[in-house]
């Protein structure tokens, strides 16, 4: 873009609409849609070039959602669930990106959609009562109301090993793939990173490189998948069953059908509790992550699964002190996010596939040849970075935004997210977010999530408009409280046990604390109910003012 035409866009008059979702992920789709069956004129912003947010920046090989597909899928729209077929249990990321297509197709949401649209400043003008928006290409708009919907796990974090612009080879990160094929034939590949992306990445990478130097930090917990295809018949019993399962759905703890038990594990027998955990191991991940009810809340339950985990390990991996290195230790299973794999363990028992444990030999630098560590220098064709993401409150912290008294979002949250209900904030009016800290986000089933917080959005702004009123905000009080429940709730778990990208603890400065609620999607679903038929209690309203 030149000078020329940035002064241009930044002279002209900004586009004026009802809302503004930033995001074209699966909660800025249904957004968008809401908004504009409710006959309000909407503006979506994307950074990509098109719809599917996460899925359509992560398209690294063996790239795989870890929630089934029947359950990461729309509930709204009855012909959408009848029109669309998933092929697998857990669908590969490009399946999920072609569903997200699929969906903008079928409604025609990318009409309302400018892609390649960074959002870069964003004020409330208080004058006004309107929210401004410059984007990263100099274009302005204003609305009324705006909507973040900007997901948990969409800004990877940046590359912090010093050199990297000197390496001479193919330079790739999990979170920002490239969309064009990548070959590894024949080629010396370092994978950085063993948590979801660098679990699914290795065994599919390790089937046609050269070699794969797998550089570990922090060994996750890994659950085998058991993917399978799902057969016609199965696919008509879903469908025909469609409205029962999604109503299972909204009443769990996790906002999906996958089973839960509520058994505690000291309430069987040893022998007994380990049948039930070799049993589920062979079925699958589906049934080992809901077979006992207590694991993040009893420190001893939790350490028997975890070592039977550990004990998978050891029968996996041939090499014992290869198997050591990748046995998690120090942390309680599921404190960290579980992962779900396909032959991860078994990817080590290939003679050009080899783990270089970074707590023995960290890395130093990039180097133009490779990775040099604390002991040697490791050359390699290719770099793989699957670092993670600056979750939960870095996709929104990475916009400038600005609320009321001018107050910055990086200063109202640099002690950590404040929010209501994780859909409201004080001093932001009208801004509401989707998905956000503060509220199930992680722990629940995403889609799930996403409805609900736009049904709730949506009805707040359609309340607003019968009212006449202009802006709606949290109460600095009920901020409070809400915070004060998510941490109480947390504080009677394990995942405050852990340091991991749940706490911020990946992030070098970043307040720790687990911002997140782990009541259970049902409980918070009924929360949000319970405060909008109070009449939005907690929440403080202005009046529109006369144009008269």
């Not at 509520?262 to 039930?276: G, H, I, Q």
């Not at 009810?293 to 041939?318: C, P």
Request: some cysteine; overall charge negative; hydrophobic content about 40%.
């Amino acid at each position: 873009m030149t000078s020329t035409t940035a002064a241009t866009r930044e002279t002209q008059a900004p586009q004026r609409t009802d809302a503004i979702v930033i995001g074209a992920g699966f909660g800025g789709m249904y957004a968008v849609h809401r908004l504009r069956c409710e006959g309000l004129s909407v503006l979506g912003l994307e950074a990509g070039g098109d719809v599917g947010g996460t899925w359509y920046w992560n398209r690294y090989p063996g790239a795989r959602c870890d929630v089934t597909s029947i359950d990461y899928s729309y509930a709204f729209s009855e012909a959408i669930e009848q029109e669309w077929t998933w092929s697998e249990t857990f669908a590969a990321g490009s399946e999920i990106l072609a569903y997200a297509n699929f969906v903008a197709d079928r409604l025609d949401l990318r009409s309302a959609y400018r892609f390649n649209s960074r959002a870069q400043v964003i004020a409330f003008d208080e004058a006004r009562q309107v929210w401004t928006l410059m984007t990263a290409r100099g274009e302005r708009f204003e609305a009324d109301h705006l909507i973040m919907a900007t997901g948990p796990l969409s800004l990877p974090k940046p590359i912090d090993i010093p050199g990297a612009e000197s390496f001479r080879g193919e330079l790739y990160r999990s979170g920002k793939w490239p969309h064009h094929a990548v070959d590894f034939s024949g080629k010396r590949v370092g994978l950085v990173g063993t948590g979801s992306s660098g679990i699914q990445i290795a065994p599919v990478v390790a089937e046609t490189c050269q070699s794969l130097s797998v550089f570990q930090r922090t060994p996750s917990f890994t659950l085998p998948m058991r993917n399978r295809a799902i057969s016609d018949d199965f696919a008509a019993q879903l469908k025909a069953n469609m409205s029962g399962l999604r109503a299972v759905a909204r009443n769990t703890f996790t906002g999906g059908v996958r089973p839960l038990s509520t058994r505690p594990l000291f309430s069987v027998s040893a022998e007994e509790r380990n049948e039930l955990m070799e049993d589920a191991w062979n079925k699958g991940a589906l049934y080992f992550l809901g077979l006992f009810s207590d694991l993040l809340t009893n420190a001893a339950a939790n350490e028997v699964v975890a070592d039977f985990v550990r004990g998978k390990i050891d029968q996996v991996v041939d090499d014992p002190v290869t198997a050591g290195k990748l046995k998690p230790r120090g942390y309680p299973i599921y404190a960290r996010r579980p992962c779900l794999d396909t032959h991860y363990y078994e990817t080590f028992n290939k003679p050009h596939v080899s783990l270089v444990d970074c707590f023995e030999e960290p890395i130093t630098a990039i180097t133009e040849t490779g990775l040099r560590t604390t002991q040697r220098q490791i050359d390699l064709d290719v770099i793989i970075m699957a670092t993670g993401f600056d979750a939960l409150t870095g996709p929104m912290l990475a916009i400038d935004i600005t609320g009321r008294d001018g107050v910055k979002l990086s200063d109202a949250w640099r002690d950590g997210p404040r929010s209501y209900l994780a859909l409201l904030m004080d001093g932001f009016p009208n801004l509401f977010i989707i998905g956000g800290p503060n509220g199930p986000s992680i722990l629940a089933n995403y889609i799930r999530l996403d409805e609900m917080n736009v049904d709730w959005v949506v009805d707040c702004v359609l309340h607003m408009r019968r009212q006449g009123l202009a802006t709606v905000e949290a109460t600095p009080e009920a901020v409070a409280r809400w915070g004060q429940t998510v941490g109480e709730i947390a504080d009677r778990t394990l995942y405050v046990k852990a340091d991991t990208w749940y706490t911020g603890a990946n992030i070098e400065g970043k307040p720790r604390g687990f911002h997140v609620f782990a009541g259970g999607l049902n409980r918070y679903a009924e929360v949000c109910a319970g405060v909008a038929a109070a009449g939005y209690e907690g929440c403080s309203f202005t009046a529109r003012q006369s144009t008269i």
